[in-house]
């Protein structure tokens, strides 16, 4: 999954709609009616969250008959968890390093703008 994709990954589940399908599929693959049952929202509004999150690829569906299933799609869950666990990673390295030598900002004086340190 390229950094786009994944940038529309991450702004795709800012939704809370859209998690709650996200966390619905998480359970089981589902069809939109399904969906619709489970959580406060129509139909056609399912279908548009579920569009958006097929578009940022966390999303993937197949079909049964005369319906979609949908379900998590493996490789783009993955991908944003990597990035997380860069993300976690580097703000772990970064505590450490600030633990290991402590910065010196403690014992500097803060000048104001316009002044002279003296």
Partial sequence: MDADRTAGAWNAL?????????????ERP???????????ISRPAVSQHLRVLKDAG??????????RIYRLNPAGVAAL???????WNRALAGYQDAVASPDDTEHSTVV????EKS
């Fill in 14 to 26: 800012g939704d809370p709609s859209r998690r709650a399908i996200v966390e619905c599929l998480a």
């Fill in 30 to 40: 589902r069809a939109v009616g399904e969906l619709a049952e489970a959580l406060p």
């Fill in 58 to 67: 966390l999303v993937a569906e197949r079909v049964a008959g005369t319906r």
């Fill in 81 to 87: 968890r990597d990035q997380l666990d860069t993300f």
């Fill in 112 to 115: 104001e703008p316009g002044q």
